[in-house]
């Protein structure tokens, strides 16, 4: 299976937006459930997002209002839609799932958002 690969990162100011994009292989978009990870620095990882095939939504506390998660299951596509977004969301942001108990994510991609 051939991972995610994650696009649409980069630098913004705070109160600003992005939208992160994830392609994916047929496989990988077999997986019920997939989501958005973020790791920052000295920080714990967490899952910030997640979608089941149906289009039903999570999010963590921290983002929830702000972010946005979708995908579009014919184009084997998934996006975060980020908004309002502080210095605290600055991590790399990695799509992926877990698909029979192997976990599939991608490269990630840079957010940085500036103060």
């Known amino acids: 299976q051939v991972l995610p690969v994650e696009s649409g990162g980069g630098l913004v100011q705070a109160g600003g937006s992005l939208r992160l994009s994830c392609a994916a292989s047929e496989t990988i978009f077999s997986i019920d459930t997939l989501g958005w990870y973020r790791q920052a620095p000295g920080k714990q990882g967490e899952l910030v997002a997640r979608i089941t095939s149906a289009g039903s939504a999570n999010y963590t506390d921290s983002v929830k209002g702000r972010f946005t998660i979708s995908r579009d299951n014919a184009k084997n596509m998934m996006y975060l839609q980020m908004s309002s977004l502080k210095p605290e969301d600055t991590a790399v942001y990695y799509c992926?799932?877990?698909?029979?108990?192997?976990?599939?994510w991608g490269q990630g991609t840079q957010v940085t958002v500036s103060s």
């Open positions: 992926g799932g877990t698909l029979d108990g192997t976990e599939y």
